[in-house]
């Protein structure tokens, strides 16, 4: 298809997702690329939107491109290299989240725990089934096998969760409050497990009119069902919901699945996730013959308050830790993981905090952040966050304040952690299904970052010309109906044009 290019301001023919990029000869020279980049952006059809984009030389450090760089925009995930960058600087890459067993004493020689056993979490992501083998009992096996070599063969008091090391709600600030039924939306908790979400399978019933069949993964009476879904008549379209009022732990199932249909699966958040991993944690125990006399519970910073809870006053009996921040970085970045990025915000915030301070554990890492991102050199004024994962939205950021992070990040001593973690496009992450046979494919190393009314894309690409540039793109508040198109189809014509460039700035 034949398009033509007109000057910035003048209307465009409609075209496909990235036929600027690829249906035309790449550009040769910076003014032929930045021509086609302000066609781009200059369509009609973003009249009522806001793009941001900075375009800058890795190599030579000049900018080939900006528009509105100095603009505040909802950077929807974008905001994840902020906390990564935050995490790796202030921690390194090597850090692991620690998990300890304490009690009052040691056990005694016939292997009696006399007392109670408390789990103290500090935000640990990594215990869930995904990088277990889908096994949430081989993720606690680290725990188990730490009681079984201190000599424990039976407690005699209590199992206790300890949550208390983070202090705050159990969401960020600024989510919406339906956003916590979604799996993406999962609380914050310093003990916590398989992701803080179960999943549901879903069977339809032998006969229209029965109720389809609901299994929870893994088994647990943490979640009761109201279920109120309905087999249907062969060819029926599915139709399955789940809701979860917040903090319960009742799903309400509802919805019609045809009778001989293939098994559906979903996630569904728990409330009070400490509650689940201790309930788990206590049937690890049981397989391996570790019986607990008392009761399973759980103690949060509110307790803490009137109870403070003294480590240099227990036994600590072991400690497991979790993979290191580069790994987690990458597990933060590639899929895009909110929970595992407000963690590590709150984990920083932590990690700084004095005797006499009453801010919650957020609150500290955003105070944190702000002064990592001084040390950056990013001005003060380009970044107004709120929480870690960009969930909120009410983050805000500019395109001059992302270009000048991955500029630090480049020389930073965890460079190489910072990039790797990036997904890389058509390959992996959030990228996987992007770009793929075009000039960026396993090319382009970028966070994505997407709300109902926010784009954005952020990172590395080298060009056809061999430079290596960072770009910070971003797209807000662009609606079109009836076009067979999404926002962020036109956010990657703009990472394909500079990777297909071949000219150089120098």
């Known amino acids: 298809m034949k398009t033509i290019y007109l000057t910035a301001g003048l209307s465009l023919s409609i075209f496909s997702a990235t036929a600027l990029a690829q249906d035309q000869k790449p550009p040769e020279t910076i003014a032929e690329l930045q021509e086609r980049l302000t066609a781009h952006i200059s369509q009609p059809r973003f009249a009522a939107a806001l793009w941001g984009v900075k375009i800058v030389s890795l190599d030579s450090g000049k900018t080939l491109f900006e528009h509105n760089p100095q603009k505040l925009f909802s950077p929807a995930s974008n905001s994840k290299l902020y906390t990564v960058a935050l995490a790796l600087d202030r921690l390194g890459a090597a850090y692991p989240i620690k998990t300890s067993l304490y009690s009052q004493s040691k056990p005694d020689h016939r292997g009696v725990l006399k007392g109670d056993l408390i789990v103290y979490g500090r935000g640990d992501p990594t215990i869930n089934a995904r990088l277990n083998s889908n096994d949430i009992f081989q993720a606690l096996e680290p725990l188990v096998v730490a009681i079984t070599k201190a000599g424990i063969k039976r407690i005699s008091g209590d199992l206790i969760g300890d949550e208390s090391f983070f ?59 109201s279920n109120r879904t309905e087999t249907a008549e062969p060819g029926t379209r599915r139709s399955i919901a789940f809701y979860r009022p917040i903090n319960e732990n009742v799903v309400y199932a509802t919805g019609k699945m045809a009778a001989g249909e293939t098994e559906y699966k ?20 049981a397989r391996h013959g570790i019986k607990v006399s008392g009761r399973t519970r759980t103690i949060n910073w509110l307790d803490r308050e009137i109870v403070p809870f003294h480590a240099e006053r227990m036994v600590e009996l072991a400690e497991v830790q979790s993979l290191p921040m580069s790994d ?5 970045m590639k899929p895009s993981q909110n929970l595992y990025t407000d963690l590590i915000l709150a984990h920083v915030g932590e990690s700084q905090r004095k005797p006499e301070s009453i801010e919650t554990s957020e609150e500290l890492g955003i105070h944190e952040l702000n002064k990592f991102l001084a040390e950056a050199g990013v001005n003060r004024r380009d970044v107004l966050f709120e929480e870690g994962s960009g969930l909120s939205r009410n983050n805000l950021t500019t395109p001059n304040a992302t270009i000048a992070l991955l500029q630090y990040m480049s020389h930073h001593r965890c460079a190489d952690a910072y990039l790797n973690a990036l997904p890389i496009a058509g390959v992996d992450g ?40 960072l770009f910070s793109i971003m797209l807000n508040r662009y609606y079109e109906p009836g076009l067979n198109r999404s926002a962020r189809s036109d956010v990657d014509t703009i990472a394909i044009l500079l990777a297909s460039f071949t000219g150089r700035t120098d």
């Open 167 to 225: 202090r705050g709600p159990p969401f960020g600030s600024g989510w919406a409050w339906d956003d916590m039924e979604y799996y993406y939306g999962a609380g914050i908790s310093a003990l916590t497990i398989n992701d803080n979400t179960l999943q549901v399978v879903v069977k339809s019933g032998m006969h229209p009119g029965d109720r389809c069949k609901l299994t929870l993964i893994p088994p647990t009476s943490r979640i009761i069902f």
């Open 266 to 285: 979903d996630e569904v958040t728990v409330s009070h996730p400490a509650e689940l991993f201790v309930s788990l944690f206590r049937q690890a125990l």
């Open 430 to 469: 959030t990228l996987r299904n992007r770009m793929k046979g075009t000039p960026a494919a396993g090319n382009v190393r970028a966070k994505t970052g997407t709300l109902r009314w926010a784009n954005s894309l952020s990172g590395h690409v080298k060009t056809a010309g061999g430079e290596r540039l």
């Open 328 to 332: 987690i970085a990458s597990e933060i």
